[in-house]
Nanobody, 125 residues
Framework: EVQLVESGGGLVQAGGSLRLSCAAS????????IGWFRRAPGKEREGISC????????YYSGSVRSRFTVSSDHAKNTAYLQMDSLKPEDTAVYYC??????????????????WGQGTQVTVSS
């Protein structure tokens, strides 16, 4: 069974850091791109980053670029999102997704086949 499980969310103060994990199982990890999305209360789902597991390609949206870093570990079938310099506006449920696609500016929601359940990130002022 295909499964993606996010973890690492929590409550932090503005300026703090969190590292989210996305553990994958049930598919060939190396063939996929892992995307990170978030949904803040009352807001549309926003794609913020992706990483191509096999080639290491990455993309970041303007809202997180220079603060967040995405990576993957083939041996652990796990992707990570390191979040630094967190701001209150980063408060959201964060989701990882997997798709047989490239990671680029053009990669969007419809390119992903599998989704995790999400993990809550709350950043206090």
């Amino acid at each position: 069974e295909v499964q993606l499980v996010e973890s690492g969310g929590g409550l932090v103060q503005a300026g703090g850091s969190l590292r989210l994990s996305c553990a994958a199982s049930g598919f060939t990890f190396d063939d996929y791109t892992i995307g990170w999305f978030r949904r803040a209360p009352g807001k549309e789902r926003e794609g913020i980053s992706c990483v191509g597991v096999s080639d290491g390609s990455t993309y970041y949206s303007g809202s997180v670029r220079s603060r967040f870093t995405v990576s993957s570990d083939h041996a652990k079938n796990t992707a990570y999102l390191q979040m630094d310099s967190l701001k209150p506006e980063d408060t959201a449920v964060y989701y990882c997704a997997a798709g047989r696609t490239t990671c680029s500016y053009y990669t969007g929601t419809d390119d992903y086949d599998y989704w995790g359940q999400g993990t809550q990130v709350t950043v206090s002022s």
